[in-house]
Every structure is written in C-alpha cells, then in structure tokens.
C-alpha cells in the first residue's frame, strides 16, 4: 500500500515523484485580491497536489449581500477559480457556504433574524451545487469573536440549518468557530443527523469531537503530532495582498509535510493519513496520484 517518498529539487521547490498525494484541508485562491494562480502554481512546485478550494466571505468580492442570491456570484466565482487551478495539475474539490462572520454586517442593515434566514438562505443555495456535483462539501459555522446574545442565537439557528442540509445531502461540513473543542457542534450535528465524523474544525485545537483540520504551524500543530491522532492539515492561506501570507502561505502544507517526515517526525503512515485516508474518508472523494 505505501511507497517511499521521494523528493527532487523543481523550480525553487520540491516536487513528489513517488509517494502520497500532499492534501490542504482549507485554502483560499483570489485572482481579484491576491496572487490567484501564481500561488496555486507555488503550491503544486512545492509538493501540493489536492487543495479543498473554500469560497471566500462575499465581501471579498464587494458585495454586500442583502438576499441569498447575492452569494451566487461568489460561488459562482469559486467554481471558475477552481477551473482556472485544475489547469495547472492540482486537483481542486470546492468547498461553498456562507462566512459566519456575514451576520455581523447583515444584521446592521435589517435584524439578527432577518439576517440568518437570508444566510440560511444562502446556504441552501451553496447545497444545491453540492447536489449538482459541482462542490464537495459544504461550510458555515459561528462567529469567533464576542456577540450579543441575539447575534449568538441567530448564528446558532444557521449553523443547525447548514448540519441538516450536510445530513441531508450526505456531504461534509467545514465550520469555521471559535477556539476550543466546540463539544456542543457535535451535538448539535447529532441532532441534525450528522455523525461529527462528517463535521471539520477549521483551525482546529486539540480535544475537539470533530474532525481537526490543523493550520500547518504553530502549538496547535505540535500537540496533534504527539497526539499521532486523526487530523488534517490546512494553510487557512487568504490569498489577500493587503495582507501577504496570511494565516501562512500557500507552500506550508507541503512544505511543513517534506520537513517533518525528513526529520523523522513523520512517518510514511502518518503522511498517508493525514494526506490521503483521513481525507478521502470525511470527505468521500478519491485522493490518489
């Protein structure tokens, strides 16, 4: 099942000829703000093959949502950038939904209600090109900063709607909360249906029921490889020129991967779970060179 893994130097990288794919959980690619292809053409240099593309907030986009139809453009937006990465030999599996963060500037402009029907709204929308087989899995989640408590309830009521609708469809959900376990998702996902084996933690800390995908940096990182526990890695790589490199970049997946199994500190099991099994596995897609 597993072969050596073997590196040559390519163009200022490194580059797989024999081994595992080298998988980014959660990555962004934006033409319009950031370096769009260039940093996806970085990626595959460095070892990168599979990156699950997530759509970005509609304000990356300067758009304002005031009804569900106005997430259309960003994930129509998403789908194209998708295409335009495929062209370059990595495998992109899309991944749409609504920022949680958007209920913040929606309710300014109407009510907390008002503005998770039209986020709930959005979401159904984002599912429907999931049952179309245009996108893979779904993400939503809650805000990661401090709200009112009718903000809290609202986003709680949009992220119950998203877990019904990934239920539903069958398909993963990627949650973008705060820090922490976020126990009470898992519940909240067996109630909708969902087993929290289906449910990803973006940017996720260890003792976390869900699935953990793990910015490839930082403590966080550290505890989950002595852990030897089942996780993903992720950049979380914005692709913003405002701000070059945020959360890192887009080579710290395959890169981080190439220097810890060098060191020993990965094994050839281990890449093949993080990269490849666990993946495959959440998600229900193949990952195969």
């Not at 304000?59 to 949502?65: E, H, K, L, T, V």
């Not at 370059?88 to 300014?108: D, S, W, Y």
């Not at 245009?134 to 998203?162: F, M, N, Q, T």
Request: with cysteine.
């Amino acid at each position: 099942m597993f072969r050596t893994i073997a590196f040559r130097r390519d163009f200022g990288g490194y580059q797989y000829m024999s081994g595992f794919p080298i998988t980014d959980d959660h990555i962004h690619i934006d033409p319009v703000n950031g370096r769009g292809i260039e940093a996806a053409r970085e990626f595959r240099r460095s070892g990168g093959t599979h990156i699950f593309l997530v759509s970005k907030p509609a304000g990356s986009f300067g758009i304002r949502p005031g009804a569900a139809a106005d997430f259309i453009p960003v994930f129509e937006e998403t789908l194209r950038v998708a295409e335009k990465i495929r062209e370059t030999g990595v495998v992109v599996f899309p991944v749409l939904g609504v920022h949680p963060a958007e209920i913040t500037h929606l309710a300014e402009a109407t009510d907390p209600d008002t503005a998770a029907g039209t986020m709930k709204g959005g979401l159904d929308l984002a599912a429907r090109y999931v049952e179309e087989g245009k996108a893979i899995a779904l993400k939503s989640g809650r805000p990661h900063y401090e709200v009112s408590p009718e903000i809290w309830s609202a986003s709680l009521d949009v992220l119950s709607h998203a877990l019904s609708l990934a239920a539903g469809l069958g398909c993963a959900l990627q949650v973008h909360a705060e820090s922490g376990p976020c126990a009470d998702i898992a519940e909240m996902a067996g109630k909708a249906g969902m087993r929290a084996g289906k449910v990803v933690k973006h940017y996720a800390t260890t003792g976390t029921p869900l699935v953990p995908s793990v910015t490839a940096k930082g403590t966080a990182f550290a505890d989950f490889l002595h852990s030897k526990g089942e996780f993903m890695l992720e950049s979380d790589y914005m692709d913003e020129n405002s701000r070059p490199g945020a959360v890192t970049g887009p080579r710290s997946v395959p890169r981080m991967t190439r220097k810890l199994y060098d060191e020993g500190l990965l094994s050839e099991d281990d890449v093949y779970r993080i990269h490849v099994l666990t993946p495959s596995r959440v998600y229900g897609v193949d990952i195969s060179l």
